[in-house]
Structures are given as structure tokens and as C-alpha cells.
């Protein structure tokens, strides 16, 4: 029996940001998938660091004045958010996930992570009406409508 590479394997992306419960889904998937010595999935985590512009919105004149306090206080969450999911891999004794941080809208870069890894499945935390529910509602809104629908 052959053991698969890490070329071979399906992958996983699981999102990750600053909630709790992005680190809950982390840990379970962790737990349930992660676990044996043989992993099945190539694990990368995800941090969407959003753009300094965004996080400012219409702000008015001054908003390109804040902006690179905003964008330093942006990378120190992202910096801590994977330094905590680095930290919860650890704990499971997972050493070779990788970790991406990719600034943009959370919906676009999921989307595009998942596109550009060829990932079988992708893992992301929900805390009710939260930013990934919105997301999802969004992306079913905008791929629901292009599906073909077999008509038998």
C-alpha cells in the first residue's frame, strides 16, 4: 500500500478570522480529519485580510489620511489570526498546513482559493447573521442562477 503525497492529496481550505468560531471550525476540523497519522487532506488555511479602503468606506476627505493606520492595524489582525491558527495546528500535532493571507472581499478570495487549489472541500465558521452567512447568501444568490438544472 502506497502512501499519498502531498501532490496527490485532495486539499481543505478552512477560513480563518478573528472569531471565535473560525477557530472552533478549525479545531474540529482539526479533530475529525487531521487526527491519524496519514492525513487525507492537504490542509491550507485562509485569513481575507480586507483592503484598508473597504474597512474605511465612504469615509469622506480625511479616510486617505487613516488609511495606513488602518492598513497597520489590518495586518496586526491578520498576523494575529494566523499566529493563533498556526498555534491551535500545533496543539493537534498538525506541523505542514499553509497559511495565505490574501487581501480582498471574503466572498472573492474564498472563491478564488478554492479555484486555484482545486480544493474538495472548504471549512468556515458561522456565528449566526455574521460576515461568512452574508457571504454565502451572496454567493448562492450569485451562483444559484447560472446552474444548469437537469430537466428529465
Sequence with gaps: MTTETAAE??????AVDDSEHS???????LDHFFSGPAYPFKLVLLHA?????SAVGL????AAEVLPY?????????ARVVERAREICAS????DAVVEIVEGDARNVLCEAVERHHASILVVGSH???????LFWVVLVTIVPIMPIAVS
Design 128 to 134: 449566526g447573521y455574521g460576515a461568512i452567512k452574508r
Design 23 to 29: 477557530f472552533y471550525a478549525l479545531g474540529w476540523t
Design 9 to 14: 492529496k485532495s486539499v481543505m481550505v478552512v
Design 70 to 78: 488602518v492598513d497597520s492595524d489590518l495586518k496586526r489582525i491578520a
Design 59 to 62: 469615509a469622506g476627505p480625511g
Design 92 to 95: 493537534k500535532s498538525v506541523s
Design 49 to 53: 485580510k480586507p483592503s484598508p479602503a
